[in-house]
Structures are given as structure tokens and as C-alpha cells.
């Protein structure tokens, strides 16, 4: 069993930046790898949608609405991957979740964060 601890969100003006991370850990201390990770995003009455990710080999994907703007980043060492979001918009708003592919022994699993809120508004 694996978790995804997120941190970061928040309320932002528009044109500001915010980070967002968030780490895998194993709660029952077994070994696992990480396939690919990212940050999807979704708001009321839409679908979640893919807004960063990298795999395992170091190839990141980006919602174009957000190239430049936004920088995946990650830690190979801590598990843990970096949203860095910048020139924010009010578009932008949505909740945040941290999404990671892992493997554990023979068998794959899909695990997403609690979530976390970003609003950018005046």
C-alpha cells in the first residue's frame, strides 16, 4: 500500500505563482516503483484532466493551456514531484491531485492524493 501526501494550493492573485508537491511513501513498508507520476486538476461539472506528468524514464507531458507557464519537477530519491505553477490565471482554478502509477511487486496501481484547492482570483 502506497499514500500520496500533496501539499502546497491555495489562494493566489492572478499572475502570481504557486507550488504544489507531493510524496509517495510505502504505509506498509514494502518496496514499490513508480511508473509515472503527475498532477491532474478538475473543477465542478467538468472532467478530471491530466495537467503534468513524468514517467519513469524522465519524460514529462504538459495540458497545453499550461506550457510555460507551468514546470513538473521531481525528486527521484524522495518520490516526490513538483508542480510549479506560475503566471497563474483564474482559468487555473481547480482542485489539484497528485496521481501516481506504481508498481509493487508483479501487479501495477493507480493511486491519487486527497486533493488540494487552488483559486486564483482578485
Known amino acids: 500500500q502506497v499514500q500520496l501526501v500533496e501539499s502546497g494550493g491555495g489562494l493566489v492573485q492572478p499572475g502570481g505563482s504557486l507550488r504544489l508537491s507531493c510524496a509517495a511513501s510505502?504505509?506498509?513498508?514494502?518496496?514499490?516503483?513508480?511508473?509515472?507520476m503527475g498532477w491532474y486538476r478538475q473543477v465542478p461539472g467538468k472532467q478530471r484532466e491530466l495537467v503534468a506528468g513524468?514517467?519513469?524514464?524522465?519524460?514529462?507531458n504538459y495540458l497545453r493551456s499550461v506550457e510555460g507557464r507551468f514546470t513538473l519537477s521531481r525528486d527521484i530519491a524522495k518520490n516526490t514531484v513538483y508542480l510549479q505553477m506560475n503566471s497563474l490565471k483564474p482559468e487555473d482554478t481547480a482542485v489539484y491531485y497528485c496521481?501516481?502509477?506504481?508498481?509493487?511487486?508483479?501487479?501495477?496501481?493507480?493511486?491519487w492524493g486527497q486533493g488540494t484547492q487552488v483559486t486564483v482570483s482578485s
Open positions: 496521481n501516481a502509477d506504481i508498481q509493487i511487486s508483479r501487479y501495477q496501481y493507480l493511486y
Open positions: 510505502a504505509v506498509s513498508g514494502s518496496s514499490f516503483s513508480i511508473n509515472a
Open positions: 513524468v514517467t519513469s524514464g524522465g519524460r514529462t
